[in-house]
C-alpha cells in the first residue's frame, strides 16, 4: 500500500465551490470562500474562480445540481485555463468525491482535505507530525474505496452464483487493515508522547499558567514575541504554528507562564479536533486564557463564537479570560451620509461605537490593542498582571504580603 502522501499543490490552479443555503446566505458564502481562498493561498494554490449555487441543501450526489456541474466541468475543461484541482468548502462524502471526479476528470479536494495538508506541511516536531498522520488516516479509511475504483471488478460467473472478488476489492480489504493497525500504532505514539509532555508540565513548578488562544492569522504569535521578548515564527498564514510554544514571562515581579496554541477556524475537521487533543491541553490546564480577536475582520463576532464552541469541546471548566482585540491600526469602517436614513449594518460601525455596544460589558475584561504597532501594550501587561496576581495570591496567600511590600517600595 502506498503511504498518505501530501500533495504537491505549488502553483496548482484551482477553481472553488461553496453552496448558499437557507441556513448560509450569499454574503455568508462569500465570506466562508474568502477563507477558503487564503488556505488556498497558504497551501501554494492559486484560486482562479469561483461557483456558488443556491441549493435547500448539498446534492447527496454531486454536492451540486447538474447544470452547475456542467459549467465548472466546461471552465475546468478548457485547457487555457489550466486548471487541475477543484476545491470545495464542505466536507465531502466518499460518494460524493467519487462522482465528482468521474465528472470532471481533475483532482477533487475539500475543505479538511485541504486543512489536513496545510497542517501536514506545517508540522515540525514529532508530536505534531505523529497528530496529523493520524488525522490523516482517520479522513481517509472512510474514502478508501475511491481510490481502487479502477481495480474493482465484478463478476457474476463464480461457482454457486457467488461474485467473485476483483484485485480492487482484495486491496481494499487489505489497505483498510493496514491503515486501521497504522492507527492503533499512531494513538500508541501519541499516548507515550503525551505521558512525556505531562511530566515536562509537572516539571514546570507551581508557576501561573497563561495559554493565548484564537481564531487563526489573529496575530498571537506576533503577541507572543511582544510578551515573551523572544522570537517566536509568525507570517500572514492560515495555521502559522502547530506546536504549542511555552516561554516564561515576567511583567514586573511577576513570573509566569505563556504558552501559544493552534488557532481555530471554522468547519475545522473533526479528526484534527480529536488528534490535537493533546496539544491543546496547555488550554485544559492553563489558569487565565488570552483570547486574542482580529477585531478588523469582518466577520470577528462569528470568529470568536468558532473559538469560544471549540473551547468547550475541549474543556468543559469556564476559566478566567481576557479577550484583546488586536489589529485595531487596521480597523476601518464606512461613515454614512447624514441624509442616508437607512439602518447601519456592521460596515458603518466605527471603534469606538462598537465600545458601546456588547464590548462594553465586558468592563477590565478586554483590551483593545496592535500587536504589530506596539499599541496599548503597556495597558495590556498591567491587565494581565491584575488577573494573574489575583490567581497567584489565591493558590499562595502567604505570598500578599510579598506584593505589598514590592509595590510600596
Avoid at 3 to 9: G, L
Avoid at 216 to 232: D, F, I, P, Q, R
Wanted: with cysteine.
Amino acid at each position: 500500500m502506498k503511504e498518505f502522501i501530501i500533495t504537491n499543490t505549488e502553483s496548482e490552479k484551482a477553481v472553488l465551490v461553496g453552496i448558499i443555503t437557507p441556513g448560509q446566505s450569499e454574503e455568508k458564502a462569500k465570506e466562508y470562500l474568502d477563507e477558503l481562498d487564503f488556505l488556498a493561498g497558504t497551501a501554494g494554490i492559486q484560486a482562479v474562480k469561483r461557483f456558488t449555487q443556491r441549493l435547500e441543501k448539498p446534492h447527496s450526489v454531486t454536492f451540486v445540481g447538474a447544470g452547475k456541474l456542467d459549467e465548472i466541468k466546461q471552465f475546468t475543461e478548457n485547457e487555457e485555463n489550466e486548471i487541475g484541482l477543484v476545491i470545495f468548502d464542505d466536507e465531502l462524502s466518499p460518494k460524493q468525491l467519487r462522482n465528482l471526479e468521474a465528472a470532471l476528470k481533475v483532482r477533487i479536494m475539500d475543505r479538511t482535505g485541504l486543512i489536513l495538508d496545510i497542517f501536514a506541511a506545517r508540522a515540525q516536531t514529532a508530536h505534531a507530525k505523529t497528530q496529523v498522520e493520524l488525522a490523516q488516516y482517520n479522513y481517509m479509511l472512510p474514502r478508501l474505496k475511491r481510490l481502487w475504483t479502477h481495480l474493482e471488478r465484478q463478476s457474476g460467473g463464480g461457482s454457486g452464483g457467488f461474485r467473485m472478488r476483483g484485485p480492487g476489492e482484495t486491496q481494499l480489504e487489505t489497505d483498510r487493515r493496514i491503515i486501521l493497525n497504522k492507527i492503533a500504532l499512531l494513538k500508541e505514539d501519541l499516548k507515550e508522547i503525551d505521558k512525556q509532555k505531562a511530566n515536562q508540565r509537572k516539571n514546570r513548578g507551581k508557576l501561573v499558567r497563561v495559554a493565548l488562544v484564537g481564531y487563526t492569522n489573529v496575530g498571537k504569535s506576533t503577541l507572543m514575541t511582544l510578551l515573551s521578548k523572544s522570537e517566536v515564527f509568525a507570517e500572514n498564514k492560515l495555521f502559522a504554528t502547530l506546536d504549542t510554544t511555552v516561554r516564561k514571562v515576567t511583567i514586573e515581579n511577576l513570573a509566569f507562564l505563556l504558552s501559544d496554541t493552534v488557532g481555530f477556524i471554522r468547519k475545522l475537521p473533526t479528526e484534527l479536533i480529536e488528534s490535537f487533543k493533546s496539544t491543546l491541553d496547555e488550554v485544559r490546564e492553563a489558569d487565565l486564557l488570552i483570547h486574542v480577536v482580529d477585531i478588523s475582520h469582518p466577520a470577528f463576532e462569528e470568529q470568536i463564537d468558532v473559538v469560544t464552541q471549540t473551547l468547550n469541546e475541549i474543556t468543559k471548566e469556564v476559566k478566567p479570560a481576557i479577550i484583546v482585540f488586536n489589529k485595531m491600526d487596521s480597523f476601518s469602517y464606512i461613515e454614512k451620509e447624514s441624509d442616508d436614513l437607512t439602518p447601519k449594518t456592521r460596515k458603518n460601525i466605527s471603534l469606538e461605537e462598537l465600545k458601546q455596544t456588547w464590548m462594553n460589558k465586558l468592563h477590565e475584561n478586554c483590551v483593545f490593542i496592535s500587536a504589530k504597532e506596539k499599541q496599548n501594550i503597556e495597558e495590556l501587561k498591567s491587565l494581565m498582571y491584575q488577573k494573574i496576581r489575583e490567581i497567584h495570591v489565591q493558590r499562595f496567600p502567604y505570598n500578599d504580603f510579598l506584593y505589598q511590600n514590592y509595590e510600596e517600595e
